[in-house]
């Protein structure tokens, strides 16, 4: 099984914290995401939730009332003892990764891995994005000062795996084996999670862990996010 980096050991060593203060998913993207895959309203649909964390997600989809039978598959053992502890109906919790799920060939009928950094835009934005507000910008500049040479989601590698596809021709394609079957599709849900101060430092520990800040720098760099939400005025104190 492929290993963990150590970056990945180490952000998420505490599972709990890490369940506590990564805010979940709006209900709106789980039906559109859900409905893309014709999945939704299909009782009983055998799902996949590879890399599922302490299952923020994977919470959402056992709620519904379709009944899915859930495979959750998690290689970070803490995380994957914090979900097991969750006791979800109708989900099964297993050790695995994306190259080995430990499935048959078609057992499921949609494979879903949720994106893991999902905090607000300037949380993670990527260096194009333009801040509306001062607040933003400087948010946006403490979290680009930090890097463990590391791609994360604001870098747009991700992106990477569809382009390449799209560069490619219909004959090269079916040569090739795709990963993904085409249309690809992409939509945009804008939702707001209020935090107090210490609950949105909390948070962005867990975005920039311990190797990412020089030692020393952690009661600077809470002195720089708390005044920036100083000028968030409308935040929850």
């Not at 949380?123 to 001062?134: I, M, V």
């Not at 747009?156 to 249309?183: G, H, Y």
């Amino acid at each position: 099984m492929t290993s963990i980096h150590k970056a990945a050991l180490s952000g998420f060593s505490s599972a709990s914290k890490y369940d506590t203060h990564r805010p979940s998913y709006p209900q709106s993207a789980v039906s559109a995401l859900l409905s893309a895959l014709k999945i939704s309203g299909v009782q009983g649909a055998r799902i996949i939730d590879l890399a599922a964390g302490t299952g923020k997600f994977t919470e959402l989809l056992a709620a519904r009332e379709e009944g899915y039978e859930i495979l959750a598959l998690e290689p970070h053992d803490g995380m994957r003892e914090e979900l097991v502890r969750k006791q979800l109906r109708g989900v099964t919790v297993g050790k695995g990764v994306a190259e080995d799920m430990g499935v048959e060939e078609q057992w499921a009928d949609a494979v879903i891995s949720a994106q893991g950094l999902l905090m607000s835009a300037q949380d993670n934005a990527p260096k194009s994005w333009p801040p509306t507000t001062e607040w933003e910008a400087k948010m946006k500049d403490i979290m680009w000062s930090f890097d463990d040479s590391q791609p994360r989601f604001r870098h747009e590698k991700w992106r990477d795996v569809f382009e390449k596809q799209l560069s490619t021709t219909p004959f090269s394609i079916q040569s090739a084996d795709p990963l993904f079957s085409l249309p690809l599709g992409e939509q945009s849900e804008k939702f707001t999670y209020w935090l107090t101060p210490e609950a949105v430092w909390q948070r962005c520990k867990l975005s920039f862990p311990s190797i990412c800040i020089p030692n020393g720098r952690a009661p600077r760099v809470l002195r720089h996010v708390l005044a920036v939400l100083a000028l968030k005025i409308y935040l929850v104190s």
